[in-house]
Each structure stands twice: as C-alpha cells, then as structure tokens.
C-alpha cells in the first residue's frame, strides 16, 4: 500500500499557478487528473459577481474534472491572513458573507468538502472572545455544508509558518471539531489531516494517524521540509499514506504541494500516470 493505492485532487491554487485560473482544470485533466481542489480563489471578495462564479464553474466541467473540496473565504491565501471566521469586525463579517455564496458553488459542481480555516490571534483581542466567535461561524458553515450534504474539514496549520494560528497541533483542531459538533449535533464537523503540517509541529504521524484517521474527512500532503512534491523532502509519505489505508481511511488525497520553478504539469513525476485519475 502506499502512493498507488489513493484517490488523488490536484489542489488548483498551489499548482499550475503559472496558467489563469481558469486554465487550470484543463491542465490537471491533462495531466491525467479527475479531481481538483481549491482554496477560496477571490482573495479580496467573499461575495464575486455571478458571471466569475459561473466562468470558473463551467472551467471545471468542460475540464471533465471533480471539484472535490473548496475552501470557504480565508483573506489573502497565500500570504500573511489564515482565515476569517475568528477575527472580530469586518473580516469575520466577510466570512459569513461568504458562507452560503460557497456552500452554492460547492454545491454547484457536486463538491462534498468545505474547509474553513480559523484565523490568526489578533494582538489586544482576548482569545476566548476570538473562540467565542470562530465556534459561532463555524456553527453557520457547518449547517451550510449539512444543506448540502457536506462534511466541513477544520485544519491544523504549522507554528513555524502561522505563528498566530491557534490551532498548530493534531489535537487542538479536533477538540474544536467536537466543539461544533457537540453544538450543532450535525456530526458532519471532521479533521484534514495535512501530513505537512503535523510534521512540521513534529508530530508523531503514526501515532496521529492511528488515533485520527477515523476523524478525518480529507488529507492533505506534501513533502517536509520544503513543501515541494513527494520524493523532494524527507517525508516517508507513501508509508504514511499506507498507515492511512490500514487505518480505514479511504477518503481523497489532496496535493498541496508546490511545484518550484516548474511548470505544474512537471511536478507528478512520483505518481505513476495510471495512479492519477480517482477510481
């Protein structure tokens, strides 16, 4: 078990950057892909026009691709902002803005997944008041994704990059998972398990897959350090994939890695080309 052995989405907003957004679907499709992800693509807009939202929609159908997971509105990915629904004031209120309009696009391409990133801690704010607000967005994206019949995946980023980011281990983000659960009683609240992340933390990765796999909703990988495609770090990421089989988990695998200086289409040559599209 290991590589060959998953269902692969190519996430759209850390490759093929160098093509329009618009091209992308059709260079992973090219690249033998079925399935893609995407962070939120309107940094600066929760709420774009309708003629954007319908352009990129058609751009992953007449691509023949999956959207399989979105992010909901996070600020400006990548860059210095993790997310919007635990800053007090405008950003949150962008945020709930934002739900309904992503859970509709979502919803659109028969996507099944929608992360919502927590937020960085915001100097002279008390962090419980900052909790008391991200549980009470979380809550609204939550019983968005369950209109739609979808999970909502909270994140564990890494300290070394987000040092603001609250939720930099396994376990904190999962005890705010049960958090929403227990306060919607939806059950539809899960893990993404970003093998990137826990590793730079330093987690135990075997352990963490052992006691979290049968939370996880998503994963995501790429290689330590250097978050650059597998086979360029010091990842045993095909044995950590197979952990992941053994441990029940069967859910997608998303790519979020960089690809370099190298054009998108370059950065697969670890994955067999038959192991590609989703089975």
């Given at each position: 078990m290991g590589f060959a052995d998953q269902r692969y989405t190519v996430n759209l907003s850390i490759l093929f950057t160098e093509l329009p957004l618009l091209e992308r679907p059709a260079a992973a499709a090219a690249a033998g892909f079925s399935a893609v992800e995407l962070w939120w693509p309107w940094t600066d807009s929760p709420t774009p026009e309708r003629s954007e939202l319908d352009a990129l929609r058609r751009s992953v159908e007449d691509a023949g691709v999956r959207l399989t997971g979105l992010n909901f509105y996070a600020g400006r990915l990548p860059g210095p902002d993790r997310g919007a629904l635990s800053l007090p004031g405008e950003e949150s209120d962008r945020f709930r803005a934002n739900v309904d309009v992503a859970a509709g696009f979502a919803e659109s391409l028969g996507c099944r997944a929608l992360n919502a990133l927590y937020g960085n801690r915001v100097e002279g704010v008390d962090p419980a008041e900052q909790d008391a607000l991200a549980l009470e967005n979380l809550v609204l994206a939550a019983r968005a994704a369950d209109r739609i019949?979808?999970?909502?995946?909270?994140?564990?980023?890494?300290?070394?990059?987000?040092?603001?980011?609250?939720?930099?281990?396994?376990?904190?983000?999962?005890g705010v998972v049960d958090k929403v659960n227990e306060a919607t009683g939806l059950g539809n609240a899960t893990f993404l398990l970003d093998l990137y992340h826990l590793a730079m933390n330093g987690e135990d990765l075997p352990e963490v897959i052992e006691r979290y796999a049968a939370r996880t909703g998503h994963v995501q990988i790429a290689d330590s350090p250097g978050r650059g495609a597998p086979g360029t770090g010091a990842l045993p990421l095909a044995d950590l994939l197979g952990l992941l089989t053994k441990a029940g988990y069967d859910g997608w695998v998303g790519l979020e890695y960089k690809s370099g200086d190298r054009p998108g289409a370059e950065s697969f040559g670890w994955l067999p080309p038959a192991a590609r599209a989703a089975r």
């Open positions: 019949g979808a999970v909502l995946l909270i994140e564990a980023l890494n300290k070394a990059e987000s040092p603001l980011y609250p939720l930099v281990s396994a376990p904190a983000a999962v």
